[in-house]
Nanobody, 124 residues
């Protein structure tokens, strides 16, 4: 059973927006820090953003600060990534991840569960 299911990716022109969703099941969602990572072909999976299980703290990679916003809805057991002013270099497969009671780690090794990924392609 997939505990995390990513969705919302697609093809968009530079300057456009997308909203990714990560629906969870089978976990106590309000006890998990949620994060988004991304991976381009031939590159390491990199940290994008995280939001703490207590919902009051967030972290972002420098490359997305001011453009991306991570959020969560504990009533819906879902995390989101709003991506604005997208750039071609944002093209990647985006993965959501969950870390039990984590402190917004940026290392993918700290995360317990992963989504299957959703493709984001930004054309110039």
């Amino acid at each position: 059973q997939d505990r995390l299911v990513d969705s919302g990716g697609g093809l968009v022109q530079a300057g456009g927006s997308l909203r990714l969703s990560c629906a969870t099941s089978g976990i106590t969602f309000n006890r998990y820090t949620m994060a988004w990572f991304r991976q381009s072909p031939g590159k390491e999976r990199e940290f994008v953003a995280a939001i703490s299980w207590s919902r009051d703290s967030t972290d972002y990679a420098d490359s997305v600060k001011g453009r991306f916003t991570i959020s969560r809805n504990n009533a819906k057991n879902t995390a989101y990534l709003q991506m604005n002013n997208l750039k071609p270099q944002d093209t990647a497969t985006y993965y959501c991840a969950a870390d039990h009671l984590g402190n917004r780690p940026m290392s993918r090794a700290e995360y317990d569960f992963w989504g299957q990924g959703t493709q984001v392609t930004v054309s110039s």
